[in-house]
């Protein structure tokens, strides 16, 4: 991972909010997101969803994953830990900015890909 850009926002806050499946991430700029977990999950900076070069993955059945570990990695990102066994991501601090900045926009374009290859939320 390329390293944090000088003017990155920083987090200031990370609270998993379990019964509700979110991590809420407030940074330093006064920004706050509201992430569901399955978002998290298929939008994974890892290998497996991001593709080695290629194109993203579609990653279906995620509507009920949780958190059940959030794992530092230096000053710099977050490894989260999912009840489906996906470990592999690591979330930095721009990556979850950006996910949570473009939140709306690539929700619908996950449903969009998955309704396009008649793919399902649930599980």
Same mark, same amino acid.
């Given at each position: 991972?390329? #390293?944090? =850009?000088?003017?990155s926002?920083?987090?200031? @806050?990370?609270?998993? &909010?379990? $019964?509700?499946? !979110?991590?809420?991430?407030?940074?330093?700029?006064?920004?706050?997101?509201?992430?569901?977990?399955e978002?998290?999950?298929?939008?994974?900076?890892?290998?497996?969803?991001?593709?080695?070069?290629?194109?993203?993955?579609?990653?279906? #059945?995620? =509507?009920?994953?949780?958190?059940t570990?959030? @794992?530092?990695?230096? &000053?710099? $990102?977050?490894? !989260?830990?999912f009840?489906?066994?996906?470990?592999?991501g690591?979330?930095?601090?721009d990556?979850?900015?950006?996910?949570?900045?473009?939140?709306?926009?690539?929700?619908?374009?996950?449903?969009?890909?998955?309704?396009?290859?008649?793919?399902?939320?649930?599980?």
């Amino acid at each position: 991972m390329a #390293g944090l =850009q000088p003017d990155s926002p920083i987090p200031t @806050e990370l609270t998993l &909010h379990a $019964a509700s499946r !979110l991590l809420e991430v407030a940074f330093d700029d006064g920004a706050r997101f509201k992430l569901p977990c399955e978002y998290l999950r298929v939008y994974s900076p890892s290998a497996e969803v991001r593709g080695h070069g290629g194109p993203m993955q579609t990653v279906p #059945g995620k =509507q009920a994953v949780n958190i059940t570990a959030i @794992e530092p990695v230096g &000053h710099y $990102a977050v490894k !989260l830990v999912f009840d489906d066994g996906h470990n592999s991501g690591l979330y930095g601090w721009d990556t979850l900015y950006e996910l949570g900045r473009n939140q709306a926009a690539n929700w619908n374009d996950y449903l969009q890909r998955l309704a396009a290859l008649g793919l399902s939320r649930d599980s």
